[in-house]
């Protein structure tokens, strides 16, 4: 179990400082259209730092993520559809006030990964990979099933405004600030969480979970409350991902979305919880660089998958912490 | 009651198709504890064998090169990880997921394409009075069957089964017995491919071959092996005939008449094998004929 290091603190502080500034950069650089993929950075960056808190804190591999981003993607994603077309949904009336959407979304997140997490802890190891990814992939077909919201070819919201309160954040950049503060906010609740009672349980089930319950801890009940936290704010994520985009469609909830968050905390580096926010960071670029030389990037982020995890299996954060190590 | 008969002979097809990448699936768990999410990537290749025109070559092509294709992986990746983390096994197979759906695409485009059963099957007989049945289907039944009962003489009546049984539970001792551990992970590992490979050739003429598809197939899998238990080829026998008739009307839906597939309905079928496998995890959290501590 690693303690809470001046250099990591030093890390987190010093990326988030650096992606406050992104936007301001590529805005000066004549390159303003990047600053959505920042606010991508920013919401993938989100979930996967949730993910990282269940995986690299909890020791949980989930390989059903996705079916949380789409439930949030799903609950906003439908008021807001509502909205536009004046229709209610079970007779209460849409909307696409973030301010309503968000934390619904977040508590909707919430009860799925009780349900979920419920089930799939029932069971370990192999078991709970293949269990999440299974449910997974119920969720993606339970969306598809959404004739209302275009089944399998989702449907745009691009009339919706981005309502954040009395404040229209239409505004890439102003949507980005928005963003931006869910995750630094999120991510100092995260840091607190991983190191108080709560979350010293949950690392320790991590670390041998027959001794957590020899000493009298409900190990399934502290699991499943750090997992059920997770989802919430993969949920939450996924709203933002939906407000972003203004597309509703069950790609949120594909099973290779799962795959990609679980890259990205990888990159990152695992239990580092910004590492999930770099990993997201790394991801992207590459992307956004190699799109216009090539269609199959997706084959080149497989390739430095393989690289990663057998050269650096600590990831970017690993590597960069080794760096300040080596300074003390 | 025809229909009803038409659709349990068809579950039973499809059933056996998911068999034949689950037994290679839960073989490769059970012994090797290590899991493999590119199993249904061999899936794909052998696929992509199936259109060289002449089945009988493509069926030999596709299971051969599913084979040989594990034999590599094994060899240059999976053996470096047996002793690390699950995790790093999820993610160096997803990398490899992604390599071989964007390495088909980048061939064969992104264009579906189907494949021609073999002359000699393409027809039908008739298995009840008025009741006309594509022979092809009843060929996969029937090699599904074939499998199994080989795979069940092999794990239960053979030395190498023997070894097998003891990988799962001894792995040291039986090294320190003289056995060639490592080889035996090699062959059980490219053994698990090839019939993945099988699989793919079989099942090509009623699905759309494009890059992609085996990950349903996988996804299948993982619940067959979930709902049965891994290791077990017993569990992924009963496994595999349960979510073959349960899952059918999607499968059909999605694969052969895609207007269909658009409907609601098709979409909650295939969501209802899931909660066969809630049902199970319930019931019975290692699976119905899982060891008791995996």
């Given at each position: 179990?690693?303690?809470?290091s001046?250099?990591h ?16 950069w ?8 990047l ?25 949980m591999?989930?390989?059903?993520h ?8 799903y609950?906003?994603?439908a ?21 309503v959407?968000?934390p ?14 419920g ?12 269990a ?17 919201y ?5 449907v745009g919201l691009?009339?919706?405004r ?81 407000t ?8 949120f ?5 799962s ?12 239990g580092?919880?910004?590492?999930g926010?770099i990993?997201?960071g790394?991801?992207?670029l590459?992307?956004?660089l ?7 990037w997706?084959?080149f ?27 003390d | 009651m025809?229909l009803?008969i ?8 499809l ?11 839960t073989?490769i ?7 493999n ?11 992509v064998?199936g259109?060289t ?7 030999l092509?596709?299971?051969a090169?599913?084979a040989?294709a ?16 699950h ?8 990398a ?5 759906n964007?390495?088909v ?7 579906p ?5 073999p ?40 030395r ?7 990988g799962r ?15 035996l ?11 993945a490979?099988?699989?793919g050739?079989?099942a ?11 990950d ?5 899998s ?6 049965g ?33 658009a ?23 290692n ?8």
């Open positions: 179990m690693r303690s809470p001046r250099w603190v030093a890390l987190t502080v010093g990326f988030l400082a650096l992606l406050s500034v992104a936007p301001l590529v805005d000066a650089s004549g390159r303003g259209y600053v959505t993929v920042l606010t991508r950075v920013v919401i993938f960056g989100l979930a996967a730092m949730s993910l990282d808190f269940v995986m690299g804190y909890g020791g591999v989930s390989l059903g996705a079916a949380f981003l789409g439930a949030g993607a609950t906003a994603g008021l807001t559809y509502h909205s536009l077309d004046g229709s209610r949904l079970l007779g209460i009336p849409g909307t696409d006030q973030t301010l959407t968000w619904l979304a977040t508590v909707v997140g919430a009860l799925l990964g009780l349900v979920i997490g089930l799939s802890l029932r069971t370990k190891g192999i078991y709970f990979i293949m999440t990814l299974a449910f997974n992939q119920m969720i993606y077909f339970l969306f598809n099933a959404l004739e209302i275009g089944g399998d070819d989702g691009f009339a919706a981005r309502a954040i309160g009395p404040l229209d954040a239409s505004d890439d950049t102003v949507f980005f600030y928005v963003c931006f503060a869910v995750l630094v906010a999120l991510a100092v609740i995260l840091n607190l969480v991983v190191r108080s009672p709560f979350g010293r349980v949950v690392r320790g089930c991590r670390s041998n979970m027959a001794r957590m319950a020899a000493l009298g801890y409900q190990t399934y009940r502290y699991r499943l409350a750090a997992f059920a936290l997770s989802a919430a704010i993969t949920s939450l994520a996924g709203a933002m991902a939906v972003e985009s203004q597309f509703l469609s069950p790609s909830a594909e099973w290779t979305e795959g990609e968050l679980l890259v990205m905390v990888i990159v990152g580096g695992l580092s919880l910004i590492g926010v990993g997201a790394a991801l992207f590459l992307e956004e190699s799109i216009d030389i090539t269609d199959n997706q084959f982020v497989g390739v430095g998958l393989l690289a990663i995890v057998l050269g650096a299996p600590r990831g970017l954060t690993g590597v960069l912490l080794g760096l300040g190590r080596s300074h | 025809n009803f038409e659709q349990t002979l068809n579950g039973l097809q059933g056996f198709t998911l068999l034949m990448v689950s037994a290679g699936l073989l768990f059970g012994i090797m504890n290590i899991i999410l590119a199993h249904g990537s061999a899936f794909v290749a052998a696929d064998g259109r025109g002449n089945y009988l070559l493509a069926l092509a596709g299971i090169g599913a040989v594990g034999l590599i992986v094994e060899l240059g990746l999976i053996r470096r990880l047996y002793h690390r983390d995790l790093y096994q999820v993610l160096a197979t997803f490899l997921v992604l390599i071989a964007q390495a695409q980048m061939i064969w485009g992104s264009t394409r189907s494949v021609a059963a002359e000699f099957l393409d027809r039908t007989v008739t298995v009840l009075p008025g009741l006309p049945y594509p022979a092809y289907r009843l060929a996969i039944t029937a090699t599904g069957i074939a499998v199994i009962v080989f795979l069940h003489l092999l794990v239960e009546r053979t190498v089964g023997m070894w097998i049984r003891a539970t001894h792995r040291e001792l039986l090294g320190a017995f003289g056995v060639n551990v490592r080889l992970y090699t062959l059980v590992f490219a053994v698990g491919a090839g019939l490979g099988l699989a050739v079989v090509a003429p009623f699905l759309s071959v494009e890059s992609g598809i085996g349903h197939f996988l996804i299948l993982f619940v067959v092996i979930v709902v238990g891994i290791g077990s080829l017993k569990g992924a026998l009963y496994g595999s005939l349960m979510l073959g008739r349960t899952y059918l009307p999607d499968l059909f839906g999605r694969f052969v008449d895609p207007s269909t597939a409907t609601a309905g098709a979409s909650v079928a295939s969501a209802s094998i899931y909660l066969v496998m809630v049902v199970v995890l319930v019931v019975k959290p699976g119905l004929f899982g060891l008791a501590d995996e």
